[in-house]
């Protein structure tokens, strides 16, 4: 990885993926003393280049269950034009909206970049959490428009699904309900305020219909915990029944995301009697600890299977399930942990009886 095709990865990071304009505030937040911290700097050069005003924050690591710094939610109070987070982990959850939602009509937000973000749509932003300088300098740099066109086709699809069924080598044997919802694409295009995604970018994903996921997951390329991705060695075997994780089998990993969710389920309660969580939801975010709140599928050229699941996630020949929070926001809970399964089969139900196969053993389909 050369430092000049980090400062090429950065530069299409604001000029071809956010599309910085002259005078626009940028708000990017980053972490000290890692390489997050050198592409963030990267990515503030490159905004200067582009004769934005961009403003850099540090603070210190935080995990799945930890708060963002005040400062920082402050910070958003001043309604950046863009945002950009490259965290060593998360930026953080924001205390006050997760007490007090923002609401927009009958929408409500638990943080207030998912408001300006999804609600006001007075912003535009990527965020990269456990990026590396190899992974940003190589995933970064693709055919966005080619990804565009694979995003749209897959989207499309869930979209218009009444239910998908995924089956993989590993053991993986699940049917997930689709109705009502509508497919999110991370196709790299961040141009427009209220649009946003990941860098890398390259995923279509939806949050399944509540209650419906039904059958087994067996995650066996990555997964994401409290504070930490890795490689999974030893499969996790998860049963599912009404859309929750009712059993988790399986050796060090398996143990290890039991740990989380429990985590997440006990510290649900503790937030409601603190005040972090509104009076009388504490249950139900425990609740969703189990629940799984996405189905995403990856569609990212360059990226491959590496332990950081933000890289992971977007590999081809992969599909992820996340257990926690979905998209939709109507299944809270304090963590939303991806899991990989390689190289799967995805079969879409649609009305009238029409099947489509978006994925036969990993290879697109469409």
């Not at 927009?104 to 006001?120: A, T």
């Not at 991370?186 to 996921?213: M, Q, R, V």
């Not at 075997?237 to 143990?255: K, L, M, P, R």
């Amino acid at each position: 990885m050369s430092n000049s095709a980090l400062k090429e990865s950065a530069r299409i990071a604001v000029v071809d993926v956010l599309k910085l304009k002259k005078e626009e505030q940028v708000l990017i937040i980053t972490n000290p003393g890692a390489e997050a911290e050198i592409i963030a700097r990267e990515l503030y050069d490159a905004a200067l280049d582009c004769s934005a005003f961009p403003v850099l924050i540090f603070q210190p690591v935080k995990t799945q269950f930890d708060f963002a710094e005040q400062a920082v939610i402050t910070a958003f109070e001043s309604r950046p034009q863009a945002v950009i987070s490259i965290s060593k982990e998360r930026l953080g959850k924001d205390k006050r909206g997760i007490a007090s939602p923002y609401k927009i009509g009958e929408d409500q937000y638990d943080h207030i970049f998912h408001f300006l973000l999804y609600g006001e749509k007075s912003c535009r932003s990527f965020w990269s959490p456990g990026t590396s300088l190899e992974s940003f300098s190589r995933t970064v740099p693709i055919d966005y428009l080619s990804l565009g066109k694979r995003c749209d086709v897959v989207s499309s699809i869930l979209s218009e699904a009444d239910s998908v069924h995924i089956t993989a080598p590993g053991g993986t044997d699940i049917t997930v309900g689709l109705r009502g919802r509508t497919a999110k694409s991370d196709d790299g295009d961040f141009s427009l305020p209220g649009k946003g995604g990941n860098l890398p970018a390259g995923e279509s994903f939806i949050s399944p219909e509540k209650g419906t996921a039904c059958g087994v997951i067996v995650f066996d390329g990555s997964i994401s915990l409290f504070n930490k991705d890795s490689i999974i060695n030893d499969p996790i075997h998860c049963q599912v029944q009404d859309g929750f994780i009712t059993e988790i089998s399986g050796n060090n990993e398996a143990q290890a995301l039991l740990e989380t969710i429990s985590r997440a389920e006990h510290d649900a309660l503790e937030y409601e009697k603190d005040g972090r969580i509104p009076k009388g939801q504490g249950t139900e975010y425990a609740k969703n600890a189990r629940h799984i709140g996405e189905l995403g599928i990856g569609l990212n050229p360059a990226a491959r299977i590496t332990g950081a699941m933000l890289e992971d996630e977007k590999a081809f020949r992969t599909c992820h399930f996340a257990v926690g929070h979905n998209y939709d926001n109507d299944a809270p809970a304090l963590i939303h942990l991806d899991g990989l399964v390689k190289k799967p089969t995805i079969t879409a139900f649609l009305a009238g009886g029409r099947t489509v196969v978006i994925e036969q053993d990993g290879e697109l389909h469409v």
